[in-house]
């Protein structure tokens, strides 16, 4: 788990939770020193039902973005990720998280110099700058060559119909 800002905390278990399961969470934060001469003003108490499975499965090597829903794959894409041989430009391995998601979205690396390019269905899933996208430039590398700068790139149809369906919290494999 960690903090993501002031008041959002992120955690994940080991293993996913089923679909419709309840989970119930308390911090007893009241009196805890956080630092800086703060303290927690009060417990929190959290319960929630999971919903629907949605998982997105990415492979580098393979260049391709699998969907499944409730366990059934129901969608196979082809994608560009992050040019390997650029460290720098890597699609980072590992389970992210769906953070937020943006009709419109304007990306800006001054290491890479470029600056507000324009992305379309732009589906946070890092807080290192990494994004399933819309990529129209990259089509014909789709499903062949990773060339993005980190980001996973969908045809404008893919990533519109990712966009759609994920929600925050959906996991991201690759």
């Not at 399933?132 to 980190?150: C, D, E, K, L």
């Not at 996973?152 to 494999?173: K, T």
Request: glycine residues 8%.
């Amino acid at each position: 788990w960690a903090w993501l800002d002031d008041t959002t905390v992120h955690w994940r278990p080991k293993a996913y939770f089923a679909p419709a399961t309840r989970v119930s969470v308390t911090a007893k934060l009241y009196g805890l020193a956080m630092g800086g001469g703060a303290f927690g003003r009060e417990d929190i108490t959290s319960t929630f039902t999971v919903g629907r499975s949605y998982v997105l499965r990415g492979d580098t090597r393979t260049h391709r973005l699998l969907v499944y829903a409730n366990g059934i794959q129901v969608a196979d894409y082809p994608a560009s990720y992050g040019l390997d041989s650029d460290p720098g430009r890597a699609t980072h391995s590992g389970t992210h998280v769906v953070m937020s998601k943006s009709p419109v979205f304007y990306m800006s690396n001054p290491r890479y110099h470029y600056k507000n390019v324009e992305a379309r269905w732009a589906v946070r899933m890092s807080d290192n700058g990494e994004f399933i996208h819309s990529a129209p430039w990259s089509v014909a590398q789709q499903g062949r060559t990773n060339v993005s700068h980190g980001c996973i790139n969908l045809s404008p149809a893919n990533a519109q119909a990712v966009f759609n369906e994920v929600l925050p919290g959906d996991p991201v494999e690759v």
